[in-house]
């Protein structure tokens, strides 16, 4: 059973940030190092400072981003700069965003969500994450005691009651809003209304919940419950037991998910001598160019897969026949018919030597959504091959996250990414009020 609550929103006041666009930032795991040092210079209270804040000479255990990040949450609420909500909410969120296709429209709803083990299905991930990320978000969250950020996720409402809802909800003017870096108009509505609420909370009862973006954000909140729950074994609820959510429904038509790429380095260089003799073992291949390959691996099929050597050498692969992607016990055929399977399967390990435990550790594969860096890595920068893959359907998502399956590591991008800033929510606002009519 899906457990819902609505929390009091921490937001930036009207009179501290009058303009909400230089205050807000990208989440912490697409802030480049510029964009992280244009933020920081945009305004003294950019919300970088809290979740991706400057690391500076002498840091040490006592005094470090993450203290600083805490230190700076507190400091803004007493002086007024963040400002609680009169009252438990919940939020519509919506996201206007210019598609190929002309504006597209994402709306959700911003709530807690009672943190699950992913053995009890309630919470059900799609895909592998890395190691490195958990380690600095738990340590964030104990020095902030917040969620600055929330987990992007999928339900299947069948009623269309909570969707109804956010509809009639967003028809109004809105509570905050603000653009992301990319120019992409994301806003927020308070919704306060205790029948409404119960409405929701019912609607969503029970629901799975597939995590869309923010694993490594989810599985942090998962140590973190369990560090709480270790140094308070009797209490009753306790605030760690809730995580900040944004749930869209799946069947959202203009939902968006963009590939990531795999740029390899650090692979032996014999190894990477026999690279494309190895690939043509295992897979059909065709030549393409740089200006195209996005087009051709689309055109070939969703097992297809770019793969690019240096020099100008590009080639579209498709599995062979006789060479496919074997399938693991009690995995759908969503998984097998997916090109990042076909690229981590087939070419990463068996041609690369790139098993699991270096996928996790970020050993020979570095990721980016923009296919020109990663040419640019391979040519200029000496990264050994690029590949690119195409987009996972919604579906596909789906069905790989309720059969029990895990895609590999960054399978999907969400577009537009959630917004940081627009509201948090601070543990310390804990029990919530029983939502009364």
């Known amino acids: ?45 950019n919300f970088v400072r809290l979740v991706l804040g400057e690391e500076l000479p002498g840091d040490d255990e006592s005094s470090n981003r993450f203290t600083r990040a805490g230190g700076y949450l507190q400091e803004w609420i007493e002086q007024g700069v963040l ?20 504006e597209r429209v994402v709306s959700g709803l911003l ?13 059900l991930p799609h895909e592998q994450t890395l190691a490195k990320p958990k380690s600095g978000l738990l340590e964030l969250m104990r020095r902030t005691r ?42 927020l509505w308070m ?20 995590i869309a973006d923010g694993h490594h954000r989810y599985e942090t909140a998962l140590a973190y419950r369990d560090e709480m729950r270790g140094q308070n074994p009797n209490a009753g609820s306790l605030p760690s037991d809730y995580v900040l959510m944004t749930l869209v429904d799946a069947s959202c038509p203009d939902l968006t998910i963009f590939p990531t790429h795999r740029v390899v380095r650090n692979v032996d260089a014999a190894v990477v001598a026999s690279l494309l003799d190895n690939l043509r073992e295992r897979f059909r291949g065709e030549i393409s160019s740089q200006a195209t390959i996005l087009e051709d691996i689309a055109a070939a099929g969703p097992d297809a897969l770019g793969a690019y050597l240096g020099g100008g050498r590009a080639y579209v692969l498709r599995p062979r026949d006789d060479r496919p992607v074997i399938a693991v016990e009690g995995e759908p055929e969503a998984v097998r018919r997916l090109s990042v399977s076909a690229l981590h399967r087939l070419a990463l390990e068996e041609c690369l030597g790139i098993g699991a435990e270096s996928l996790r550790n970020e050993a020979n594969v570095t990721y980016t959504r923009d296919e020109q860096h990663a040419f640019d890595m391979v040519d200029a920068e000496g990264y050994q091959a690029a590949f690119f893959l195409n987009p996972a359907p919604v579906r596909d998502v789906i069905e790989v996250a309720k059969s ?7 399978a999907t991008y969400f577009y537009p990414k959630l917004l940081s800033g627009l509201a948090l929510r601070s543990m310390d606002d804990w029990p919530i009020p029983e939502v009364a009519t």
């Open 111 to 123: 709530c807690l969500v009672k943190v699950h083990d992913y053995a009890d299905r309630v919470i």
């Open 1 to 45: 059973m899906a457990a819902i609550l609505p929390f009091t929103g921490i937001r930036y006041s009207p009179s501290a940030a009058p303009d909400l666009d230089s205050v807000v930032s990208p989440p912490y795991d697409i802030i480049s190092p510029d964009q992280r040092k244009e933020l920081h210079e945009r305004d003294p209270h």
């Open 146 to 187: 917040a969620n600055l950020d929330s987990v992007y996720s999928l339900t299947e409402d069948r009623t269309g009651t909570t969707q109804e809802i956010i509809s009639e909800t967003c028809a109004q003017p809105p509570t905050a809003e603000a653009h992301d870096l990319n120019g992409e108009l994301h806003s």
């Open 404 to 410: 029990g399956s895990k895609m590999p590591q960054k």
């Open 83 to 102: 400002a609680r909500d009169p009252r438990p909410s919940l939020y519509a969120y919506q996201q206007r965003y210019k598609g190929r296709d002309g």
């Open 191 to 210: 919704i306060d209304n205790p029948r409404t609420i119960q409405a929701v909370q019912a609607a969503l009862a029970d629901q799975q919940i597939v």
